[in-house]
Structure formats: structure tokens, C-alpha cells
């Protein structure tokens, strides 16, 4: 459902430095942390201000929205605690050790007592899950909990020697948590219990095994809690599951571009569902840097998508303002935040261009 906009922010998170890759255009200056904008009535972003920072390349929201967590992705990762004020401005009130390399994504338990971060870890040897207890004034607490990923498959050099924490999402009953281990191929399942000193327990018995170099990245379930939908970087895949008690049974996987298997052309990237469920927004970055629109059938089945330029390079991740009718993408390698107008009731995107120009922009979240 749509939400009133008025006073409506966007936080763009970054990277700090920029990424020797031979497709980044080089900005002229560096970014300097998290970005502030004003979102118009329009769509279009202003931008009001800058808290500066190292890396902050994940966003994540409070449930109420007071707080806001950045997962800092350097050798040496942090986790920063912020305070979202009522007129939109930002505090920062703590920083935390994420005990881990280069952390990529968090997520808040469904009864907003604990934050679980994920180190990806370029090296080998820092990547795993931390968890950290939120206290009622949004500071973070010292880490209780830390799951290792140590091993990887192997099939991919240099992506998979060791485990690579890439993202942590909770089964809609707030059961159990899956943490996507990209370098192990692996699903890993826990559950939580939020009474324990560690309220994590791992549950082997619901991991689940993806192909050999598929690499997990990110998931999302259905709206129903009956499906699950799992993108994978290397093999450029959105695998299907049914979700039952919390269990994933693979049904079907569906190529991001079905037209091009060469292996630039796979890197699975975000992925989100649309604001009343009924579609899968994907990306595809590599050579390809495309959006995909994926209607959910009655069966819970992705359709065949409807593909969209992104109009940068390498859109990292994305998401609808509070009105629900805007995507905002952002385009690490072109330093563009891209605006598209969304057609819930068609599926359609209409591009309307470059809506920010931000150094290595990496996340997008608003608040209201």
C-alpha cells in the first residue's frame, strides 16, 4: 500500500573508494560516506547532505523507522548505528566492529532485538554472520554471536576458495534465518530463538545445496511465505523454492538472460519484490545491466520477464520511494542513481533518467 511521502528521504549508500575495474567511470572525487536527498514530489532527488563515513554499502531500516544500520565494507568492517530524526536528519550514535572483512548486507529480526550482519570477505578467513543486539535507543550492542564461513566449493577461483556471507534473510514467520553463502554454494539455515546467549542454532537439516559455481546472493520470499526466489551471481539464475515449516524445496530455475551464457553476461545482482508482491524486480549486471520484471503467477512461478536497460553500470541494488510508483536504481560503476516510474498494475518501468549523481553509490532506502 502506498504511504504518504511528504518529508520523504532517500540515504544512498557508497563505497569510498573507487573499484579498479575496467568498466567504472572515475569520478572526480571520491564519495565521501552516506548521502542525504530530498525526494520531490516529482521523484527527483535534491541533495541535502553528507555523514561521512567509510563504505557505508548497505542500508537497512528499523521497523519503525527511527534507526538505520550501514554495514561499513572495509578490511577492517564496522557497522554503524544512525538515528533518523523526526525532520529527516541523520545522527550517528554508535559504531561497531563487524567482526568480519568487507560486510555486504544486514537484516533486523522480525522482533527488532537483534541486527545480523554478513561478512563477505574478499580474503579468505573473514567471512561469516555477527549478530548484535539492538538496545531500545538504536545503539548496537557488542557482538553475542559469530558463525564462520570457512569453506568453499572450489569451483569458481578466486570467488569460492573460502565461504563468502553475501546476505541474511528471515522465513516470514521470524523462525529461522538463511544466511546465502556465495563461496560454499550454500543456503545455510538457523533458528532463532531470541531467549538464548546465542540466538542462533544452526539446522543442517534445511540447508540447502545450489549448483556447483551458482553462487547465492541474495533472497526474497513471496508475500504468502510460500515461495522463496534465490539469486544467484555466477550461473545468472533466479532459483524458485516452496516453503513449507520453513523448508525449501527447489521447483524451477528461471536464466536472467536466457539469450547470452557467456559468463560476463551472468552476475545476478538484487533482487526485491514490487510493493503489493505481485512482481520480482531482478538485476543483471556483467555486460548485461539489465532490470527484470517478473510477474508471480497464482502457482507462485515467476513469468517470463520483461527486460529494462538499467541506464548505468552495474546496478548493485534498488528500491521503491514510499509511494510505491518509483524505482530508484543504483549504478555503482556509472556513479548514477537511475529514476523509473512503476506500473503496478502492468508491471511496466518507464525510464526518466539519472535522478542523482553520486560517486560508487551501492544501496538506496527511504524514510519518512
Known amino acids: 500500500m502506498a504511504q504518504n511521502t511528504q518529508h520523504q528521504t532517500a540515504l544512498v549508500g557508497t563505497w569510498t573508494s573507487i573499484p579498479d575495474a575496467p568498466a567504472v567511470q572515475k569520478p572526480a572525487h571520491p564519495s565521501e560516506g552516506l548521502y542525504r536527498l530530498q525526494v520531490n514530489s516529482d521523484g527527483t ?133 538463511y544466511a546465502a553463502d556465495l563461496g560454499a554454494d550454500k543456503l545455510h539455515a538457523y533458528r532463532y530463538e531470541a531467549g538464548r546467549a546465542e540466538p542462533l542454532q544452526a539446522d543442517s537439516t534445511r540447508d540447502v545445496t545450489f549448483a556447483p559455481g551458482s553462487g547465492p546472493r541474495h533472497m526474497v520470499f513471496s508475500p504468502d511465505g510460500k515461495h522463496a526466489y534465490v539469486i544467484t551471481e555466477m550461473a545468472g539464475e533466479i532459483v524458485v523454492f516452496t516453503a513449507n515449516d520453513d523448508r525449501l524445496t527447489k521447483v524451477t530455475s528461471v536464466k536472467l538472460n536466457p539469450d547470452n551464457s557467456a559468463a560476463e553476461y551472468k552476475s545476478g545482482g538484487g533482487i526485491i519484490l514490487s510493493p503489493q508482491g505481485h512482481y520480482i524486480i531482478a538485476a543483471n549486471r556483467g555486460s548485461d545491466n539489465h532490470l527484470l520484471v517478473f510477474k508471480i503467477g497464482q502457482d507462485g512461478s515467476p513469468g517470463t520477464p520483461k527486460r529494462y536497460k538499467a541506464d548505468g553500470i552495474e546496478p548493485r541494488a534498488f528500491s521503491f520511494d514510499a509511494s510505491g510508483k518509483h524505482l530508484y536504481v543504483a549504478n555503482v560503476f556509472t556513479n548514477s542513481i537511475t529514476l523509473f516510474d512503476f506500473d503496478e498494475s502492468s508491471g511496466e518501468l518507464k525510464p526518466r533518467g539519472v535522478a542523482a549523481t553520486i560517486s560508487t553509490p551501492t544501496d538506496i532506502k527511504f524514510f519518512n
Open 45 to 177: 532527488l535534491t541533495p541535502l547532505d553528507v555523514i561521512k563515513m567509510k563504505s557505508p554499502s548497505w542500508i537497512v531500516k528499523s521497523h519503525d523507522g527511527r534507526f538505520a544500520y550501514t554495514t561499513n565494507e572495509e578490511n577492517a568492517g564496522a557497522v554503524t548505528a544512525l538515528a533518523i530524526d523526526p525532520s529527516g536528519a541523520v545522527r550517528v550514535l554508535n559504531v561497531v566492529d563487524s567482526h568480519g572483512q568487507q560486510p555486504t548486507h544486514a537484516t533486523i529480526s522480525p522482533d527488532g532485538k537483534f541486527l545480523f550482519v554478513a561478512n563477505y570477505s574478499v580474503a579468505k578467513g573473514g567471512a561469516g554472520v555477527a549478530v548484535f543486539p539492538i538496545h531500545s535507543d538504536g545503539k548496537l550492542g557488542e557482538q553475542v554471536q559469530h558463525v564462520p564461513f570457512e569453506a568453499g566449493s572450489g569451483v569458481v577461483k578466486d570467488r569460492q576458495d573460502g565461504g563468502h556471507a553475501h546476505s541474511t534473510t528471515f522465513t516470514p514467520d521470524g523462525k529461522y534465518l
